[in-house]
């Protein structure tokens, strides 16, 4: 058993490796050293999901096992997580949300995890709700109750992400009732993510003709816009004083550049490839730039201080893999906080600061499968 894995992981790995030079030969931040089997050797143990170099890490527990698991966000009492699943094998076609909780020891409990969302269409980016009894995410099941298709790749076959104009934002109970329909515009709206006051909501929307930030109010209502300049404007989080949000942007620059984002985005696709992270208040004034590293720079989550942000990167290599990270407001100390050699992202803190959940492809068997995992938070 042990020796047929080690053989599909040395297929894998060398692959892996072919994929990584071709796409990192182009890009100028490539990191020579970011072979995979040095990666590997650095786990704790054979039986460890952790690396040695993870020590902002410990106590980290695997959450689900299998299929596609991500962006598991924090109840606002640290004790569940909300979470995306798509598993064909298991019968769950297109993302679907799930809840589950977390033992006060930080393990997994022993209540499997419950879907949430009603199974028709498919579903995106779920948050809880104050009190933890309802949960937001959007869902296509109003446009069709099928899995929308997944788009082929786009120019020169680059990897696209679909902006499913179907989304719409709505409010359910934990046994898939839906309570509330947030938004009602023609256009994409997802990503919605609360304040830890509880007060306001952000999403993203296509409303405006271009993928913009908004907050709201929790029942839809006082629609603000954030952000109104030209790029991907997406994945925004608040910070810990909730005055405070930070998310990832493209910023097409060129005519070539700005002709190729705005054809992809008439045919409702965006190309995630060339991102970095802004910070603003949520007044929309004092947008500054955080990261100017390259590549893609994504999924950002403030530390619990404030002053700091996670976030995913694949700067460090150009293609695979992509790590967590950790850098100061002003872009400075940049910190590689997680080492697998695959994919590591969605870091988010819980509100009570001592955990860190995230998405990872460690520990799956050499499949491509990405799952949660939460631990301890070291500083
Ligand atoms: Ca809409
Ligand atoms: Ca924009």
Redesign the pocket.
Known sequence: MKLNIACVFAIVASSALIIGCSESASNPHSNPHSGGGDREENKLSEDSVTYEKEVHLSNMHQFTFGGDNAEAYWSFDSNSLVFQTSNPKGGIQCDQIFVMDVDADGTPSETPPRRVSNGLGRTTCAYYMPGDTTVVFASTHLGSEECPPVPERGVEGRYVWPIYTDFEIFETDLEGNVLNQLTDRPGYDAEATLSPQGDKMVFTSTRTG???LFTCDLDGSNVFQV???????GGAFFSPDGEWLVWR?SRPKTEEDIKKYKDLLAKDLVEPTDMELFIGRVDGTEIRQVTQLGGANWAPYFHPDGDKILFSSNHHTGGFPFNIFMINLDGTELTQVTFDNAFDSFPMFSPDGKRLAFSSNRNNGRTRSTNVFVANWVE
């Open positions: 271009d993928l913009e952000t109104n300049e030209l790029g991907y404007d942007s």
